[in-house]
Nanobody
Framework: QVQLVESGGGLVQAGDSLRLSCAAS????????ISWFRQAPGKEREFVAA????????NYADSVKGRFTISRDNAKNTGYLQMNSLRPEDTAVYYC?????????????????WGQGTQVTVSS
């Protein structure tokens, strides 16, 4: 079993930056794909970004490409999502997920382990 805990969310203004962290316990993350998803009120959970177990390959949703950067530190058993140039439409609860999946698999149902989520609110 893997337990994931997100942190780093908050209330920011449009154009600001935030860095989310996803800390794992119970088992090493080093062999898993790590992904970030988000869910806004009244909307379905959507894919944001994924990173391969080596960190060599990444995949981004078009809506965040060029603004968000996913990374990982396997020695710290932690994944990250650096979010720059935030927009009000980025407001959502952000979740990290881990699983033995391709970085191109964007379905939430594909992931085995989930964190509890961290709220990101961007004001205009």
């Amino acid at each position: 079993q893997v337990q994931l805990v997100e942190s780093g969310g908050g209330l920011v203004q449009a154009g600001d930056s935030l860095r989310l962290s996803c800390a794992a316990s119970g088992r090493t993350l080093s062999s898993f794909t790590i992904s970030w998803f988000r869910q806004a009120p009244g909307k379905e959970r959507e894919f944001v970004a994924a990173i391969s177990w080596t960190g060599a390959n990444t995949n981004y949703a078009d809506s965040v490409k060029g603004r968000f950067t996913i990374s990982r530190d396997n020695a710290k058993n932690t994944g990250y999502l650096q979010m720059n140039s935030l927009r009000p439409e980025d407001t959502a609860v952000y979740y990290c997920a881990a699983g033995y999946r391709s970085i191109w698999d964007r379905s939430p149902a594909a992931y085995d382990y989930w964190g509890q989520g961290t709220q990101v609110t961007v004001s205009s």
